[in-house]
């Protein structure tokens, strides 16, 4: 099928400007195609502007083992609605995806049930490094250095190094000190009062944070091994990730950046994180980080929970929030505050993770490129509602929440998947491919 989108304002590598754009198929095939070409459907996108599709770098989509949170179909179909078109998904799911065979069984499930492009990690536990060495269709290796499910934590020095050092795979890692948190939360138990919710960013606080992010720093520095901090969340982290050089990159996610440490009170548990949510400064400070070029990447750590799980006493109430359907436009509205531009946006979301990750022709709007791609209307204003939300949890810490500028057509590998409100839930993502040769994020600039 041929569509022809018409009269779009385009975010082009190194431009912003009204074009017209032809998809043939899977692929993006011209920019301003001939006056006279022919299409299928010829779309009007005068006054709105295309971006390429969102690449979500970070998601916990819990399927197989918790799908009574979220699966990948009703995942895939949020992502949808907010404009994500491909996302990597974590292996702490029910079993635990830490060698090939699981891998490709999440790979079916994935080609069953997603709308949008996928990709998966393989989970390190320390005792698997013949299977990271050997994995192939992956992302790249997820470390968690702090809690985690299952068999997850790997916070032996030794083990640590084993895997920097006789792994080829681009690794990331979840950074919270074991040890810190763990002794902070004796602290406060012996305060002879119970904790709370409100207790949690004490427990796992800042230092928690930077002790685990620059073990796993210093590691990738002596090994040469690529590495991308996920989900920064204090101030304290930023000098350890600047100037390396491309060997180590960086995400931050929207709840780090738009909650804090005085939200616990308004919204509780509905935003208990790991890592944890921090002070109105370490918020401005990512802000920046972002700005500067530090941090690369915005990804959303998206790990929903049922509201009756969160409603739960602390420390029963889970860590983890929902948030792919409304990542983008929260971006879009910060764009039409004027605190950042919809190239930083679409650099940040689109460009960025696809080249950390290797990730072949997705990312930009360029002829051969995937026609992975979402209309924006930066005019419209809409407000998140639980009662709309898509993913199978029914909830957004954003609820109440206004935006101007939002996704209104996503199209994945050519097939529209969102339009008028509404999900083609008959479409089917693919696979995505990688080239781990490039050299990564910076080797592609």
């Known amino acids: 099928m041929k569509t022809l989108i018409q009269g779009a304002t385009c975010v082009f590598p190194g431009e912003t400007r009204q074009a017209d754009v032809l998809v043939d198929g899977t692929a993006i095939v011209a920019i301003d195609p001939p006056s006279g070409t022919s299409a299928d459907e010829c779309v009007d996108a005068t006054g709105l502007h295309l971006i390429p599709g969102v690449v979500d770098d970070q998601v916990h989509f819990r399927d197989p083992g918790l799908t009574e949170k979220e699966d990948l179909r009703t995942a895939s179909h949020a992502c949808a609605k907010g404009g994500v078109t491909t996302f990597l998904e974590m292996p702490n799911t029910i079993p635990n995806a830490i060698d090939q065979q699981r891998i490709d069984e999440k790979l079916a499930l994935a080609a069953e049930k997603s709308v949008v ?17 050997e994995a192939n269709r992956v992302a790249g290796i997820k470390i ?81 091994h690529r590495f991308h901090v ?14 390396h050089g491309g060997l180590i990159t960086a995400e931050v996610c929207p709840h780090h950046l738009l909650f804090n440490v005085d939200d616990y ?89 696809a080249r950390v990750w290797d990730i ?52 994945a590998m050519g097939q529209t998947v969102f339009q008028d409100g509404k999900v083609n839930v008959s479409a089917h993502g693919t696979e995505v491919t990688y080239d781990h040769s490039r050299g990564g994020y910076w080797a592609t600039m």
């Open 117 to 133: 492009n996928y990709g998966f990690y393989i989970g390190a536990t320390g005792k698997n490094t013949q299977c990271l060495r």
């Open 144 to 224: 968690f250095i702090g809690s985690s499910t299952g068999d997850l934590l790997v916070d032996e020095q030794l083990a640590l190094e084993e895997i920097f050092e006789q792994t080829t795979l681009p690794i990331c890692a979840h950074c919270e000190d074991e040890t810190t948190f763990r002794r902070n939360k004796i602290r406060l138990e012996h305060r002879g009062r119970g904790i709370t919710w409100r207790d949690h960013s004490e427990i796992r606080d800042h230092m928690a944070a930077v002790i685990a992010t620059a073990r796993a720093i210093e590691l990738a520095k002596y090994y040469r």
């Open 265 to 353: 009170e308004r919204l509780g548990s509905l935003i208990q994180m790991n890592p944890s949510i921090k002070t109105a400064a370490d918020n401005a400070a990512l802000w920046k980080g972002l700005l500067d070029g530090i941090v690369q990447v915005i990804a959303t750590d998206h790990a929903p929970h049922t509201l009756a799980e969160k409603d739960q006493p602390y420390p029963k109430s889970p860590s983890g929030l929902p948030a792919v359907e409304n990542s983008l436009a929260l971006m879009l509205d910060r764009v039409n505050k004027g605190l950042c531009s919809l190239e930083q946006v679409v650099a940040w979301m689109c460009d960025a993770p």
């Open 360 to 411: 072949v022709n997705k990312g930009r709007i360029v002829e051969g490129y995937d026609a992975d791609l979402v209309l924006v209307d930066l005019n419209r204003k809409d407000t998140i509602l639980n009662e709309n939300q898509l993913t199978k949890s029914r909830w957004s810490p954003w609820h109440g929440t206004h935006l101007k500028g939002w996704p209104v057509r996503t199209w």
């Open 230 to 243: 996920l989900h920064v969340s204090t101030a304290d982290e930023l000098p350890l990730i600047a100037d």
